[in-house]
Each structure stands twice: as structure tokens, then as C-alpha cells.
């Protein structure tokens, strides 16, 4: 299993959220691609960025924070938050970003998700954000009826192979990650999910490995100390347990 140390992003600072509430904003670092350089002396290969105001707002604003973090660090990128075009994808990726998240546009427009899958493949994966089981777009300010469970089904139809699934109930919450929610979409075969949100504790780590998941983004825990990124790194590459004889849903 993967892990990303995460860094969010607002006005060019390190910040964390409490349940995706603007309004409960830490600040956790002025210095975001310092922050990244330490991330990656400590182990981490991946660092999943989101920019804030762009998921709120449909803009890029942190971008020249994000080209410093590539700049400065061998770390591999994922990058979300205000992507809802093709040149603002075709900009990631030509900066060296290895992933970009695409959200509230893919949930609107499933042809602009084919089309950026179709010309991106594996460099375009999908956010599914959900509140209750149910999915909230527009920097998590809007809630949807669709079921988070069917919407990965119809990424998956769509072509798409990695999902970042966050429970925007336990985001930041320190309260452990959704383990019956993840349970029930690593049984959806044929697409990678990433967990995101309520992570804080090694057990709560090793508790997604068991389930089989491609991966797993650290938080808040990572910065109040709860988790030591190095211990969490190395639980993660263990050996993950057997999925093979279980048929796609």
C-alpha cells in the first residue's frame, strides 16, 4: 500500500480543515515546499497536494507553490482542487505533476472525464468525496444524492483507475478512517482505491492494508504527532495480504 503525506493548500500556506469547514482552518506550515522536502528526507515517494481555493473557487492560485514542492523534491505528485479543464490538466502534467484529481467536473460532465481519461490514462484520477455515503462537490460545499459506491462503479465503466475516497465526516477529525465504508469499496474490483480522511493512528493504517487498498493519505495525524511518518511508511510496504480468487463486482 501506497502512502501520501498530505499538505493543503491556502494562500500559499500548509493548512488543514476540520470536516472540510473552511471556517476551522489550522494553519500548519508558511512554508509549504520546505514542509515537502522534510516529507521526502523522511521516506515518503508520494505527497498528495489539494489546492483549497481551487476546489472552492475553480482556480489554480497555488500553482507556483506546487511547481516549488517539484522544483525542490524528487517526490511524486498528486495534485486536486480546481481542476475542471483540459489545460489546467495539460499545465499539471507538463509541470511534472505524476497525478492530477479531477472532482466537481467529473461529476457533472462524465464526457469531459472520458475525454481526459482517454488522453491521459492513468495521470487522471477521480476524487469521490463523500458525506454520509452520499457525494458532495464544489470544495465539499454542495451535496449530491448519488451513492459514493455507484459512482466509483461508473468511474470504473469510465475507465478511470484510481480513486481518492475521503469521508468528509472523519476528515481531520482524528476519529479513524471509515473502515466499513473502505471495506465495501475494496470489493469493488478493477480500480484502485486510495483512502482518505479520519486516518490517526498505525492501527488505522494497517487495519486499510488488511483490506487490501492501493493506498492511504496521512493527515492532520501526521502533524499533531500521532503518527510518525517513518513507522507509517514502513507499515505500509509489509507484505500486502492475497486478493487473488475474488471476482469483480
Known sequence: MILLPAIDLYEGKAVRLYKGDYEKMTICSDAPAEKAAKLAAAGAEWIHLVDLEGARD???????????????????VEVGGGIRSMETISRYLAAGVSRVILGTRAVEEPAFLRQAVSRYGAQIAVGADARNGRLATHGWKQDSTVEITDYI????????????????????????????????????????????????????LRALRELGLCGAILGKAMYLGAVDLREAIALTKEEEPSRSGQDML
Open 153 to 204: 462503479r461508473e468511474l470504473r465503466a469510465l475507465g478511470v483507475r484510481t480513486v481518492i475516497a475521503t469521508d468528509i465526516t472523519r476528515d481531520g477529525a482524528m476519529q479513524g478512517a471509515n473502515l466499513t465504508l473502505y471495506r465495501t469499496l475494496s470489493e469493488i474490483r478493477g480500480i484502485d482505491i486510495i483512502a482518505s480522511g479520519g486516518v490517526s493512528s498505525l492501527a488505522d
Open 58 to 76: 475553480g482556480t489554480t492560485p497555488n500553482l507556483p507553490i506546487i511547481l516549488s514542492i517539484l522544483e525542490r523534491t524528487r517526490l511524486k
